[in-house]
């Protein structure tokens, strides 16, 4: 996510469940961390960033080794039913509108590492 407050609340919410977080201010340097050998399990994005947006970093990922088979749930605060389409059907996992809440992000995120949260 390009808004630094929004990636601390997530990152806070995760590390409060025993997650390891990295961060990424755009998606190419989300890409530049995975390249440079970043092993990930899964990738929260958001869907309107400058430089590399959510949609274009979900295409990248499928091309990168170290994308594929990594969950990437993508968050958005005006996303469209067209838009959600797409990033689906690019590979998202799940698309969640912003704001979003804590419980039901964590239930997804669940869902896509297949790992009980507390």
Do not use: W
């Not at 929004?6 to 990424?24: G, I, N, P, T, W």
């Not at 994005?45 to 970093?57: A, E, Q, R, T």
């Amino acid at each position: 996510d390009d808004d630094r407050p929004v990636r601390r609340a997530l990152r806070l919410l995760l590390e409060s469940h025993a997650f390891d977080c990295k961060e990424a201010d755009d998606g190419l340097e989300g890409l530049t961390l995975l390249d440079g050998g970043l092993s990930v399990d899964l990738i929260l994005s958001d869907y309107h960033m400058p430089v590399i947006d959510g949609l274009n970093f979900l295409k990248a990922l499928a091309y990168r080794v170290s994308g594929q088979g990594v969950p990437v749930i993508l968050l958005s605060g005006n996303m469209t039913k067209k838009m959600e389409k797409i990033a689906k059907q690019a590979g998202a996992f799940a698309v969640i509108a912003k704001p979003y809440d804590p419980q039901k992000l964590l239930a997804v995120i669940s869902r896509a590492c297949n790992r009980p949260i507390s």
